[in-house]
T-cell receptor
Framework: GAVVSQHPSWVICKSGTSVKIECRSL??????MFWYRQFPKQSLMLMAT?????????EQGVEKDKFLINHASLTLSTLTVTSAHPEDSSFYIC?????????????FGQGTRLTVV | DQQVKQNSPSLSVQEGRISILNCDYT??????FLWYKKYPAEGPTFLIS?????DKNEDGRFTVFLNKSAKHLSLHIVPSQPGDSAVYFC????????????FGTGTRLTIIP
């Protein structure tokens, strides 16, 4: 199957700093990328959907100014957590689909565990 | 509001026996359901799916059953193998995949050799 790679796999940062997470599609053109987060003992929750070259669409309750998403190319999307706080500590995961693919056919990255201290 | 629920956080099954993972949902608009498998430090990978027009879908050792009236689906793995030890997520979607995925909380399956 297609490969979606996330970097870094884990990151620890100080409160108030910003952290960037990258999501790359290695062998297909990702026209749409999805960003999820998972708090302990909770489900994967969709944060936002981004289409290449367009502004991301955020889910209700997700602060777009705090979670900056850039999808400037067909192989890379980035999620920047700005002014991170301990409550932002979570598991962030991306998935991607190519042209003509259904959302159910998305390939997932391995996720990034963010710890804000 | 948790629309997709996996009430068992963990399950242990003897190797060779049947593993049954359960999932309940509340949104009657869901019309397509998926199971994903996730190993540590890896992303979820698609395992098997079922459309609401069916009540059973089988793929090798994996079978998914859907009971629409009960809003319940289950994943059967038989025979269970050590490599099946992973976290299993069920997910549901409306409009046959054109809308966002709604995930359950996951069940950690451990196969005991």
């Amino acid at each position: 199957g297609a490969v979606v790679s996330q970097h870094p796999s884990w990151v620890i940062c100080k409160s108030g700093t910003s952290v960037k997470i990258e999501c790359r599609s290695l062998d297909f053109q990702a026209t749409t990328m999805f960003w999820y987060r998972q708090f302990p003992k909770q489900s994967l929750m969709l944060m936002a959907t981004s289409n290449e070259g367009s502004k991301a669409t955020y889910e209700q309750g997700v602060e777009k100014d705090k979670f900056l998403i850039n999808h400037a190319s067909l192989t890379l999307s980035t999620l920047t957590v700005t002014s991170a706080h301990p409550e932002d500590s979570s598991f962030y995961i991306c998935s991607a689909t190519g042209q003509g693919m259904m959302n159910t056919e998305a390939f997932f990255g391995q996720g990034t565990r963010l710890t804000v201290v | 509001d948790q629309q997709v629920k996996q009430n068992s956080p963990s399950l242990s099954v003897q190797e060779g026996r049947i593993s049954i993972l359960n999932c309940d949902y509340t949104n009657s608009m869901f019309d397509y359901f998926l199971w994903y498998k996730k190993y540590p430090a890896e992303g979820p990978t698609f395992l098997i799916s079922i459309s609401s027009i069916k009540d059973k879908n089988e793929d090798g050792r994996f079978t998914v059953f859907l009971n629409k009236s009960a809003k319940h689906l289950s994943l059967h793995i038989v025979p269970s193998q050590p490599g099946d030890s992973a976290v299993y997520f069920c997910a549901a979607v409306t409009n046959f995949g054109n809308e966002k995925l709604t995930f359950g909380t996951g069940t950690r399956l451990t196969i005991i050799p």
